[in-house]
């Protein structure tokens, strides 16, 4: 299946229908609802952030003591000890059923060859506590969740707060209406999407794990004051 997303300019509100298809989540933008091929991709703009993010690959975890490995960057590996009382906050895997009004998605994904944007990632905030001047959400901890990005061809599509909300139990999918960058945004979300809550996070850090943190690339993690994990196979 594909998804189809419909911008009638003279309404000036923009309708995103998002659907599932191989597990990755795609649209195809268009200037009408006629048989003509889809219009070509926009460039993509990569919405500004307020601070770099340094991330790292964790070989071994005892504790509070990490030995890691830069992600982002060519590196060594390093063991260090992270702060007390550092905030931590981690990628939680969630449902469609999940998101409730106010939640906040961002929506993270890659153009392809046949000009869709595949979607790669949904990422969700319940309570958004502070917004860059571009309106992305952000986590108590200050992070949007592109911050564990490493692949350059991820970046940020599409974001905004939910208004509203439809459950379709029988078609696997929900509906829910955005307040996008542009004007409204109607988006449909078929179940198997990767979607993941940005929360506090009470797990040990375990080997495996990835994380970021707001730093130049490559910085030490040892005295950061929040630290965003992306568990194991949750990336």
Same mark, same amino acid.
């Given at each position: 299946m594909r998804n189809r997303l419909f911008a009638p300019i003279v309404a000036a509100c923009l309708l995103l229908a998002l659907l599932i298809a191989g597990g990755v989540l795609a649209f195809v933008f268009s200037q009408s609802a006629g048989s003509d091929p889809p219009a070509e991709v926009s460039a993509f703009k990569k919405p500004p952030t307020s601070q770099p993010a340094a991330v790292f690959d964790v070989r071994e975890a005892n504790g509070t003591s990490l030995t890691i490995l830069p992600a982002n960057i060519d590196g060594e590996a390093l063991t260090i000890e992270l702060a007390d009382g550092v905030t931590l906050e981690g990628f939680v895997a969630g449902r469609p059923a999940d998101i409730e009004p106010g939640t906040s998605l961002t929506f993270i994904g890659e153009p392809d060859p046949v000009r869709n944007f595949v979607i790669r990632q949904v990422i969700a905030i319940r309570e958004p506590v502070t917004?860059?001047?571009? !309106?992305?959400?952000?986590?108590?901890?200050?992070?949007?969740?592109?911050?564990?990005?490493?692949?350059?061809?991820?970046?940020?599509?599409?974001?905004?707060?939910?208004?509203?909300?439809? &459950?379709?139990?029988?078609?696997?999918?929900?509906?829910?209406?955005?307040?996008?960058?542009?004007?409204?945004?109607?988006?449909?979300?078929?179940?198997?999407?990767?979607?993941? &809550?940005?929360?506090?996070?009470?797990?040990?850090?375990?080997?495996?794990?990835?994380?970021?943190?707001?730093?130049?690339? !490559?910085?030490?993690?040892?005295?950061?004051?929040?630290?965003?994990?992306?568990?194991?196979?949750?990336?």
């Open positions: 917004s860059q001047a571009d !309106g992305l959400p952000q986590s108590a901890g200050g992070f949007t969740g592109a911050e564990l990005l490493i692949n350059p061809n991820h970046r940020i599509i599409l974001w905004g707060p939910v208004e509203s909300i439809t &459950f379709f139990p029988d078609a696997n999918r929900t509906e829910v209406s955005l307040a996008g960058p542009d004007g409204p945004i109607l988006v449909q979300i078929y179940s198997g999407i990767p979607l993941f &809550f940005i929360e506090a996070y009470d797990s040990p850090i375990a080997d495996g794990d990835r994380f970021a943190f707001h730093a130049p690339a !490559g910085a030490s993690p040892a005295r950061a004051q929040a630290i965003l994990i992306a568990p194991q196979g949750a990336r």
